[in-house]
C-alpha cells in the first residue's frame, strides 16, 4: 500500500491507515513532499489558497509518482 502524507491528513485519516495496516496485515509505503520543493514554493503553508493546482502538484502528484516508479503503472 503506497500512503501519500500530504502534510495536511486529520487525525482520523491517519487512524484509517493504521487501520487498515493492521488488519490487512499489509506494509506501508509512506510518501511525503521533498522538503526542498515546500521550502521553496510552500514555505508559509499557504500555497493552497492562491495555487491549489500547485500545491497538489507538490504534495499529491509529485510523491505519487516517485512512489510508482518502480512499478509497471
Keep these: 500500500m503506497i500512503f501519500l502524507d ?9 487512524a484509517f491507515r493504521d487501520t487498515l495496516i493492521e488488519t490487512l496485515a499489509c506494509a506501508t509505503s509512506a510518501r511525503q513532499p521533498l522538503e526542498e520543493a515546500l521550502s521553496r514554493q510552500d514555505p508559509d503553508r499557504e500555497l493552497w ?3 491549489p493546482d ?10 505519487l509518482s516517485r512512489a510508482l516508479k518502480p512499478f509497471s503503472a
Design 6 to 14: 500530504t502534510g495536511w491528513l486529520f487525525e482520523e485519516t491517519l
Design 54 to 63: 500547485a500545491c497538489c502538484r507538490i504534495r499529491k502528484v509529485e510523491p
Design 49 to 51: 489558497f492562491s495555487d
